[in-house]
């Protein structure tokens, strides 16, 4: 064949000189509503006399949904990152996998004729595809990208590859699937990436909160909500992140305040249209920006309102968090938003934030800022990203989002556990989802959260295209180091021309480990949670946040374990004529 092409796991980040001839990967099992993701790398033969060679593909397969994508590379400059020690995919600079571009796995071939002879193209598709024999491409497929049910059984998936020149056939590899007939049960872990609405204003100059930047948002979190994520940051106020003191953003701010005679009357309507669009692509719970700023609780949030028909800032920096006039703000504002929030549903499914990240010296700050919301938000989810064991421990915390570094501190301590990573953290094999890390290293967040117990998950960065501290504006599809030169750490989507997001490979595998989590549940529910717990222990030991799979077969292997034991469990149940 004058194509080589070699099937890998949706695991694997595969290089331009990655070393995997003899690679052997033939497929996996899944349940009948579970997404599952493979690769076919291709390059030019090696035994072939050729330098290039365009080629189409063709998926064959009895499966009715496989989404296909060209797994794109983006340029890091810096990977000698000093704490990088296990667990990573090199070193050194260079082209790395990450970028998920759409293409169309059945396309219609159409024939031209121009004066050197015919060419075929895959009608419509914007992504030709030409081999070259000095790098390694990748095609990656999702299979059930939409969560439907696929038939249980065993299904084969062929991918051909034809030369556009003359349609032979040059290369093919195929990949056996097996569905168990079993479901996964409803996600329970809420999950979150912060969501940043002026990233989008400025990347695509449309104003803020304007139709089409409304437009955009809403593909930004169709598809964030597609791989799992089911919160989302509210911007009832500008949130007050990443911003040194006296600095501010972009002003995004959903509520609408008029200000009469030292009256405060608010308009939610527009926040009512966000919530509304956010539910209608799929989202159910949400977090409302943070009452006050960041690290340490010492001022409030930056606040616009009409005042005396003059729109004007009335709190910020210059606000003490803990002074009475943006506390009798607090509980006018509180206490309408109570009310709006009553009235659409949502009481049971809004979180709120006071400060993020708290440390040891801000303690009395943060607690004047409790302090001054009082009993105000009782009934309602609250909870902030800290590292300080303390926190909980004095009750300023009722459900804390804890740093993996520093989560053991709170593990059987604590009903009600999150917890979060910045990217940053990349001691001791803890987990993260950053380009130079292995994608096992990514999706064993999965089984570390449903060993401990874990509610939720936070990250910092689905779509922030900023530089440190809010300042400069980076594309990360030319740039993917534009953020502290750490590549991947602020940001999960890349931004498409048209208004889109582009999945990143690395999306796709925390939602394989969001989807482990589904599946050790429902084993638990089919047998005890010993039981799962044991498989997990049989191949990592006992589980803490810096276990760290070495190889992706380890991470395929237990996952591949708690699928049979499913498909065991489930057999034995139709022989007895039970349900599950």
């Not at 005679?261 to 669009?277: A, H, N, Q």
């Not at 709190?315 to 006018?332: E, I, M, N, P, Q």
Request: proline residues 4%; contains cysteine.
């Amino acid at each position: 064949m004058l194509i080589e092409s070699v099937p890998l796991s949706s695991l694997h980040k595969v290089r331009p000189n990655s070393n995997i001839s003899s690679y052997s990967y033939t497929g996996g099992s899944l349940l009948e509503n579970e997404t599952f993701s493979f690769q076919i790398a291709f390059r030019c033969s090696s035994s072939a006399d050729m330098h290039f060679l365009p080629v189409f593909t063709e998926v064959i397969s009895d499966i009715p949904e496989i989404s296909c994508y060209y797994v794109g590379y983006v340029p890091v400059t810096h990977a000698n990152i000093p704490n990088l020690q296990t667990c990573f995919v090199s070193r050194e600079c260079g082209l790395y996998p990450d970028i998920l571009i759409p293409r169309k796995s059945k396309a219609k071939i159409k024939k031209e004729i121009f004066p050197g002879g015919n060419i075929f193209f895959e009608q419509g598709e914007k992504t030709l595809l030409t081999a070259v024999n000095d790098c390694w491409q990748s095609l990656w497929f999702t299979v059930n990208e939409n969560g439907r049910t696929v038939q249980s059984g065993e299904h084969k998936i062929t991918v051909r590859f034809f030369n556009r020149k003359n349609k032979e056939l040059v290369g093919e590899s195929t990949v056996t699937i097996i569905v168990i007939p079993a479901k996964l049960p409803k996600q329970e872990l809420i999950y979150t990436n912060w969501f940043h609405y002026d990233c989008l204003s400025d990347y695509y100059c449309v104003d803020m909160f304007s139709d089409e930047h409304f437009e955009i948002m809403k593909n930004y979190i169709k598809t964030a909500v597609k791989n799992g994520m089911n919160m989302i940051l509210t911007p009832a106020f500008t949130p007050p992140l990443d911003t040194t003191e006296g600095a501010q953003r972009k002003t995004a701010q959903l509520v609408k305040i008029t200000v009469i005679d030292g009256i405060y009357t608010f308009d939610f309507s527009l926040m009512k249209r966000f919530i509304r669009m956010c539910k209608s692509v799929g989202i159910n719970y949400f977090e409302h920006s943070h009452l006050f700023t960041q690290w340490g609780a010492k001022a409030a949030p930056k606040i616009m309102a009409t005042v005396n028909e003059v729109e004007k800032q009335i709190f910020g920096w210059k606000t003490k968090a803990s002074g009475t006039k943006y506390k009798d703000f607090l509980h006018a504002y509180l206490s309408a938003l109570d009310t709006f929030l009553k009235k659409e549903g949502l009481e049971k499914s809004f979180l709120f934030h006071i400060s993020d990240e708290p440390s040891d010296k801000d303690r009395g700050d943060y607690k004047k800022a409790v302090d001054a919301v009082g009993n105000l938000l009782d009934g309602y989810m609250t909870g902030d990203a800290l590292s300080h064991y303390s926190f909980y421990e004095e009750g300023l915390v009722k459900s804390p989002i804890v740093s993996t570094n520093a989560i053991h501190d709170f593990i059987g301590k604590c009903d009600n556990l999150w917890c979060y990573y910045t990217g940053g953290r990349t001691q001791n094999g803890l987990s993260n989802r950053l380009i130079l890390t292995t994608s096992q290293r990514n999706r064993i967040i999965g089984v570390q959260m449903y060993y401990h117990n874990i509610k939720g998950f936070l990250h910092w960065g689905y779509n922030y295209y900023y530089d440190v501290l809010s300042h400069g504006l980076f594309d990360p599809k030319i740039n993917p180091c534009g953020y502290k030169m750490n590549a991947g750490t602020s940001y999960l989507v890349y931004p498409e021309t048209n208004g889109t997001a582009l999945e990143s490979l690395r999306q796709k595998v925390f939602y394989e480990a969001i989807n482990d989590i589904r599946a050790m549940q429902l084993l638990e529910k089919l047998t005890c949670r010993k039981t799962v717990e044991e498989i997990l222990e049989q191949h990592f030991g006992k589980i803490t946040f810096n276990t760290c799979p070495e190889t992706e077969d380890d991470m395929l292997r237990v996952r591949e374990d708690i699928n049979q034991r499913i498909n065991k469990e489930i057999k034995e149940r139709v022989s007895r004529h039970e349900g599950y």
